[in-house]
């Protein structure tokens, strides 16, 4: 198809004319953050979808996203501007697998990490994200077994913070495990006064060399207040820019992939383009859709995780 010259005044337009509301993760690719109404983490990016008065909802981010967007907005059309922008961490956790590992631990508490299919969310009692994981298992009464999925590295993560022992399905994010601790104790050895900074969904051989670990917002604003004047980020590199803008007097150094022919930018999510962002506003499509009966089951724990975070 035909693309216009100024994608960017064009999508300004479109945005007018469909009122809509365009809403980005971190990891989109630069061109798509900066034509963003709102950047942020999986909980802003929520708390956006929850309150947003705009008729449709473009999510420049992944499926599970749009689809969290989608179950709190079922009258609006929410755009995902390629379907295919999955997740490895939300695969790792079938519905059918989940479903028997639930029945085996039937007196546990499930509390899920935002990153998991609908169909997942409908089986849990609790969302949670990386920014809130921690505050949500410390709300629970402490005789309470729980199951932590999909992710078992914030799962370990939020096991080592609150010192609760929980049962944790065995998924994990392809990205943040592509991280080596060889290359980064290299690294280190390279930038010595740098600070490490990492997101959770990294293995704890990286995290034990972190200075901080938090959510992707979190690491944004720790960048904007450290003292430090460079900084290794070990998360999705898409970051990056935004630390940029927050602190251009910083220097950010993307912590490198065990296989340097590899890359550690989210292949999901690096599927959205600024054309495609455009094409989807254009057709009105791709849509999110959902059965309701999934919508209304998976929209009860995120709602709990959205009045326990507040
Ligand atoms: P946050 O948005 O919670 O920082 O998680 C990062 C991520 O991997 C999203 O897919
Ligand atoms: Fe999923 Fe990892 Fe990509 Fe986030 S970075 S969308 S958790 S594969």
Redesign the pocket.
């Known amino acids: 198809p035909l693309l216009p010259t100024d994608l960017v005044g064009a999508i300004a337009t479109l945005k007018r004319d469909l009122n809509a509301v365009i809403l980005a993760?971190?990891?989109q690719d630069p061109d798509i953050q900066d034509v963003a109404d709102f950047l942020g983490?999986?909980?802003g990016l929520s708390r956006q979808a929850a309150q947003t008065d705009a008729d449709v909802i473009v999510f420049a981010g992944?499926h599970f996203m749009a689809e969290t967007a989608k179950i709190l907005n079922p009258d609006k059309l929410v755009l995902l501007p390629d379907l295919d922008a999955g997740?490895s961490?939300a695969d790792s956790c079938p519905p059918s697998e989940f479903a028997k590992f639930r029945e085996k631990h039937p007196d546990h508490l499930v509390i899920s990490y935002i990153?998991c299919t609908a169909d997942i969310k409908a089986m849990s009692d609790i969302i949670c994200?990386?920014?809130n994981a921690v505050k949500i298992v410390q709300q629970i009464p402490q005789d309470q077994p729980i199951i932590f999925a999909p992710d078992r590295n914030l799962g370990r993560y939020v096991m080592q913070q609150t010192g609760r022992d929980m049962v944790l399905w065995q998924g994990s994010?392809m990205?943040?495990e592509t991280f080596s601790e060889k290359k980064m104790v290299q690294l280190k050895i390279q930038h010595p006064t740098a600070e490490v900074i990492a997101?959770p969904?990294c293995e704890e051989a990286i995290l034990r060399h972190a200075d901080y670990i938090g959510?992707?917002?979190a690491l944004l604003k720790y960048c904007q207040h450290s003292a430090s004047q460079s900084i290794i980020v070990v998360?999705?590199p898409g970051i990056i820019h935004q630390m940029e803008k927050a602190a251009p007097d910083k220097q950010f150094i993307p912590a490198p992939p065990l296989n340097t022919c590899a890359c550690n930018e989210?292949p999901h999510?690096r599927l959205n383009t600024l054309e495609k962002l455009y094409l989807a506003m254009k057709n009105r499509e791709p849509e999110i859709t959902l059965p309701e009966s999934t919508r209304l089951a998976a929209l009860r724990p995120i709602q709990r995780m959205l009045d326990m975070s507040r």
């Open positions: 993760h971190y990891y983490d999986s909980l992944v997740c961490l990153n994200t990386s920014a994010c990205v943040h997101h969904e959510s992707t917002t998360t999705e989210c999510m």
